[in-house]
């Protein structure tokens, strides 16, 4: 049984950092792309940041590029989002998803599975 538990959303003041984590169990953690998607409310799920499964070409939604960094360590089956000099309209429910090819799309329907989401508001 394939399992993403998200972690590490929060409340903090536009201007901050947070650090989120996918553990990731129950597959074969290095043969997957990793992403992170987030959804705010009344707005459709979208594409935030993903890493091929080698940890190799990061890719960022536009608005988010120079502030965000996506990691992995496949030792321990977990992947990250290190936001920086967070907005309010970061404030969303993110979500980390697995893909089970070496690279990653930004099409949501490709990706296999899904973590529960974590809360991130940025308070102005």
């Known amino acids: 049984q394939v399992q993403l538990v998200d972690a590490g959303g929060g409340l903090v003041q536009t201007g901050g950092s947070l650090r989120l984590s996918c553990a990731a169990s129950?597959?074969?953690?290095?043969?997957?792309?990793m992403g992170w998607f987030r959804q705010a409310p009344g707005k459709e799920r979208e594409f935030v940041a993903a890493?091929?499964?080698?940890?190799?070409?990061?890719g960022y939604t536009d608005s988010v590029k120079g502030r965000f960094t996506i990691s992995r360590d496949n030792a321990k089956n977990t992947v990250y989002l290190q936001m920086n000099s967070l907005k309010p309209e970061a404030t969303a429910v993110y979500y980390c998803?697995?893909?089970?090819?070496?690279?990653?799309?930004?099409?949501?329907?490709?990706?296999?599975?899904w973590g529960q989401g974590t809360q991130v508001t940025v308070s102005s």
């Open positions: 890493i091929n499964w080698s940890g190799g070409n990061p």
């Open positions: 998803a697995a893909r089970p090819f070496a690279t990653w799309s930004r099409e949501k329907i490709t990706w296999a599975y």
């Open positions: 129950g597959l074969t953690f290095s043969r997957f792309a």
